[in-house]
Antibody, heavy 120, light 110 residues
Framework: EVQLVESGGGLVQPGGSLRLSCAAS????????MNWVRQAPGKGLEWVSY????????YHADSVKGRFTMSRDNAQNSVYLQMNSLRAEDTGVYYC?????????????WGQGALVTVAT | QSALTQPPSASGSPGQSVTISCTGT?????????VSWYQQHPGKAPKLMIY???KRPSGVPPRFSGSKSGNTASLTVSGLQAEDEADYYC??????????FGTGTKVTVL
């Protein structure tokens, strides 16, 4: 069974840093393009970051460019989101999502989400 | 990077149909046949319902269907059931912007 489990969320002060982890099981994450999608409280979904299966290509939304970066550890079958210079508007639930290899351009599996709260 | 435009709400009685629109531009919805639809119940992760405009993943009931005309995609839920009450988001590959989601539509089953 395919599963994605996020961890590392929490309360952080503005300007601080946090690292989210996404542990994959039931498939080899290095064979898939992985993403992070976030949702502010009571708001819609926002794509945040993408990493190719090889890890050589990374894209970020303009709203986080220069502050967030993705990485992966194939031995741990995990991907990560390093978030620096956090702002109040970064508050929300962060989902790890797999880009489908067959259903082109869609996210076929999602984690349960990790809550990030940026506040004093 | 602007979100795709969806109506904030839609509703229908059990057994009726509801259609949700998703309007973008020629750089996203209109430029690629990579429109997806996601269902999200409160406190839960989104679930893929439609991909590549009109294809259903295994396990999604056939009463969910998708279409596209120009820069606007649509999701239709036929034969509404109580469990269909949820938020629905469209999503589209968007070239250099990579991916955009819609603003979301809350579907209420009356």
């Amino acid at each position: 069974e395919v599963q994605l489990v996020e961890s590392g969320g929490g309360l952080v002060q503005p300007g601080g840093s946090l690292r989210l982890s996404c542990a994959a099981s039931g498939f080899t994450s290095s064979s898939f393009e992985m993403n992070w999608v976030r949702q502010a409280p009571g708001k819609g979904l926002e794509w945040v970051s993408y990493m190719s299966s090889s890890g050589s290509i990374i894209y970020h939304a303009d709203s986080v460019k220069g502050r967030f970066t993705m990485s992966r550890d194939n031995a741990q079958n995990s991907v990560y989101l390093q978030m620096n210079s956090l702002r109040a508007e970064d508050t929300g639930v962060y989902y790890c999502a797999r880009l489908s290899a067959t259903a082109i351009g869609s996210f076929d599996y999602w984690g349960q989400g990790a809550l990030v709260t940026v506040a004093t | 990077q602007s979100a795709l435009t969806q109506p904030p709400s839609a509703s229908g009685s059990p057994g009726q149909s509801v259609t949700i629109s998703c309007t973008g531009t020629s750089s996203d919805v209109g430029g690629y046949n990579y429109v997806s639809w996601y269902q999200q119940h409160p406190g839960k992760a989104p679930k893929l319902m439609i991909y590549e405009v009109n294809k259903r993943p295994s396990g999604v009931p056939p009463r969910f269907s998708g279409s596209k005309s120009g820069n606007t995609a649509s999701l239709t839920v036929s034969g509404l059931q109580a469990e269909d009450e949820a938020d629905y988001y469209c999503g589209s590959y968007a070239g250099s912007t990579f991916y955009l989601f819609g603003t979301g539509t809350k579907v209420t089953v009356l």
